[in-house]
């Protein structure tokens, strides 16, 4: 018995993340799709985020060569506040799933926070470049 159910568990698993994809957004009204959606928009904002953090240090990299030595540390500076962004911005974004702790709608508030807040950030790299 348990090998036929194995295999058919295992197509079942397989076939999740398809089901996933077939999510309308729009629409979507179950909290699980809400939850799959909002962590969706959280990875397209995450996909941003990197982009305009690849272009401005790479930008930063030309600062730092365009400097005498004892001037440069551009690139340096951005990676330090970028690590330290993510750390506060993780901590935060799990505080703000506490309203709802425990429950089906935490990870909609986490990913909700962790977007925002990374949309923020991504134009905050963006003003970097405006000097």
Same mark, same amino acid.
């Given at each position: 018995?348990?090998n ?18 077939e999510?309308?957004?729009a ?9 799959i959606? /909002?962590?969706q928009?959280? #990875?397209? @904002?995450?996909? $941003?985020?990197?982009? !305009?953090?690849? %272009? =401005? ?9 365009q400097?005498?030595p ?6 340096? /500076?951005?990676?330090?506040? #970028?690590? @330290?962004w993510? $750390?506060?911005?993780? !901590?935060?974004? %799990? =505080? ?6 425990g ?7 986490v ?11 991504t ?6 470049l405006?000097?």
């Amino acid at each position: 018995m348990l090998n036929r159910t194995l295999p058919v568990l295992f197509l079942w698993l397989a076939a999740m993340p398809l089901a996933a994809q077939e999510i309308d957004c729009a629409n979507a009204f179950a909290q699980q799709e809400m939850n799959i959606c /909002a962590e969706q928009d959280w #990875q397209a @904002a995450d996909e $941003a985020l990197n982009q !305009a953090y690849q %272009e =401005v240090m790479a930008e930063m990299k030309v600062m730092d060569e365009q400097l005498p030595p004892e001037l440069q540390g551009a690139e340096a /500076a951005l990676r330090t506040a #970028q690590r @330290a962004w993510i $750390a506060y911005r993780d !901590a935060n974004c %799990e =505080v703000s799933g506490f309203p709802m702790r425990g429950g089906s709608a935490e990870p909609l508030l986490v990913y909700g926070c962790l977007r925002q807040m990374t949309e923020n950030r991504t134009e905050e790299l963006w003003q970097l470049l405006e000097y």
